[in-house]
């Protein structure tokens, strides 16, 4: 589940690892599905002691620590995936610890419930290229009026499906694609050539509101409990939600009852009232 709000929560906290030098690699034994590594753990394991890590960043959902040699270990947690600097939730689900030195935290764990999260480790000066390169595209908190429109605006596709392509903006998920089309009052079943240069004025604004909103609560923990930011705490935006999960409850705007659709097989909440077609 993590999105950019998360990932970013988890970074800004994760950071005070930075200018700590790498001890040792620790893999964990675990019994459930094991995590994609790339190019596999025996690189990481050769690579990374002895390496300071010199920046920790952010590109839309993944986590990226930078060190001293511009190499660099990216996180996705992808569903369930954690980046740690205190105890994780639960000791069976951790599966990466490094083990660090210097003034800050000691070290820094990896832990994903379902196992679907992956780590890539990047050859010196080769990570952001390589993760633009087909695979991500402009930062959602960073990119222009003009970009957006350039990605997605001639695109037939449904705008709520549109905004959660990571290779044409990265960073924006299920979750907040509906709070932004709310925020927005824009139709999540509108195709993205149908929208007027008002619509996305409106989109554009919204993308740096919710997503920054988000930041300062921390993100958003759900039902299961299962996201939590880099100090196994959780957070608290879920409290602010207008639409997500609220289907049948009053529009927070109109009163209208909160509707839900399945787009690209994921839930869609909205104010039918607010966000007509």
């Known amino acids: 589940m993590p999105e950019l709000p998360e990932v970013e929560t988890m970074r800004r906290t994760v950071r005070e690892v930075e200018g700590q030098r790498v001890l040792q690699v620790r893999w964990v034994r675990s019994r459930f599905r094991p995590l994609v590594v790339r190019p596999h753990r025996a690189a990481i394991c050769r690579t ?8 920790v960043r952010r590109r839309g959902k993944y986590l990226v620590l930078v060190f ?18 205190e105890d994780p939730p639960d000791w069976e689900h951790l599966r990466l610890e490094l083990r660090l030195q210097g003034p800050g935290p000691r070290v820094l764990r990896f832990w994903d419930r379902r196992g679907l999260g992956t780590l890539e480790l990047f050859a010196p000066g080769t990570w952001e290229t390589q993760l633009a390169q087909g695979r991500l595209g402009p930062d959602a908190l960073t990119i222009s ?10 695109l037939r596709a449904p705008v709520k499906v549109a905004l959660m392509d990571q290779q044409r903006l990265a960073g924006v998920g299920n979750l907040y694609a509906s709070e932004v089309l709310f925020q927005a009052r ?6 993205c050539c149908r929208l007027e240069p008002h619509h996305w004025r409106r989109i554009h604004r919204a993308l740096r509101t919710v997503l920054e ?4 609560y921390e993100g958003s923990t759900l039902a299961d409990g299962t996201y939590r930011n880099a100090l196994n705490r959780p957070g608290s935006y879920q409290n602010h939600h ?5 289907a049948g409850q009053p529009c927070p705007r109109c009163k ?22």
């Open 68 to 85: 001293d040699d511009r190499s660099a270990l990216a996180f996705h947690p992808r569903m369930t995936g954690l980046v740690l600097v």
């Open 242 to 246: 207008r639409v997500y999960g609220r």
């Open 256 to 277: 209208t009852p909160i509707c839900r659709i399945v787009q690209a097989q994921r839930s869609t909440f909205f104010c039918p009232q607010c966000q007509k077609v």
């Open 145 to 154: 009026l003009g970009e957006l429109r350039r990605r997605v605006g001639h």
């Open 48 to 55: 990374l002691p002895g390496r300071k890590i010199q920046q």
């Open 213 to 216: 909103e988000a930041i300062r």
């Open 186 to 191: 824009v139709p999540p079943t509108l195709p």
